[in-house]
T-cell receptor
Framework: AAGVIQSPRHLIKEKRETATLKCYPI?????VYWYQQGPGQDPQFLIS???????DKGSIPDRFSAQQFSDYHSELNMSSLELGDSALYFC?????????????FGPGTRLTVT | DAKTTQPPSMDCAEGRAANLPCNHS???????VYWYRQIHSQGPQYIIH???NNETNEMASLIITEDRKSSTLILPHATLRDTAVYYC????????????????FGKGTKLSVKP
């Protein structure tokens, strides 16, 4: 079965640079969630989208923004990168519109800021 | 959302059942219990969820006590590949309002399956 696709899988950036992470949800899923997992920490919710509209917002820094496009893929844009942004970034998708709230996660993007 | 308490770590012998407990004593009537696991640095994986009845799927069984204040995830025949951090998460039934569906991960239980 098709899974959530994230690209790139690894990304190295320098401080103050920008980064864009992409997420392709499972086909026909209508909801995308973004999570950040720092070293040795548990995943923390950043932001979610349902039917291309922002649905919920968590601990996402103002330097970050995200959107969901007409084809349901989502991008997380990160600017003025800081060393503390080094983390695994997971995208998950789900079928909220059908009343199903389990989330299916991608393999993650490992961002390293130097 | 109700808080959950899980033991930080557990060991299990390969081939034996792994029983992972979770306490959610403040759970309210419209909140579900979800279980996810994360194998080292991989994306979390959905396992199972339930409201008040016991549930079983191809991965695991979920036993919820009658008062719903605790639950147990059972992996019937643990394998080395089941070594992971297991998260018990309580979430409102979104059909009756509540949060928009994001997961709040606690510390979880690190399960080590040993040969």
């Amino acid at each position: 079965a098709a899974g959530v696709i994230q690209s790139p899988r690894h990304l190295i950036k320098e401080k103050r640079e920008t980064a864009t992470l992409k997420c392709y949800p499972i086909p026909r899923h209508d909801t995308v969630y973004w999570y950040q997992q720092g070293p040795g920490q548990d995943p923390q919710f950043l932001i979610s989208f349902y039917e291309k509209m922002q649905s919920d917002k968590g601990s996402i820094p103002d330097r970050f923004s995200a959107q969901q496009f007409s084809d349901y893929h989502s991008e997380l844009n990160m600017s003025s990168l800081e060393l503390g942004d080094s983390a695994l970034y997971f995208c998950a998708s789900g079928l909220k519109g059908q009343g199903r709230y389990e989330q299916y996660f991608g393999p993650g993007t490992r961002l390293t800021v130097t | 959302d109700a808080k959950t308490t899980q033991p930080p770590s557990m060991d299990c012998a390969e081939g034996r059942a792994a029983n992972l407990p979770c306490n959610h004593s403040t759970i309210s009537g419209n909140e579900y219990v979800y279980w996810y696991r994360q194998i080292h640095s991989q994306g979390p994986q959905y396992i199972i969820h339930g409201l008040k009845n016991n549930e079983t799927n191809e991965m695991a069984s979920l036993i919820i006590t009658e008062d719903r204040k605790s639950s147990t995830l059972i992996l019937p025949h643990a394998t080395l590949r089941d070594t992971a951090v297991y998260y018990c998460i309580v979430r409102p039934n979104m059909n009756y309002g509540g949060s928009q569906g994001n997961l709040i991960f606690g510390k979880g239980t690190k399960l080590s399956v040993k040969p």
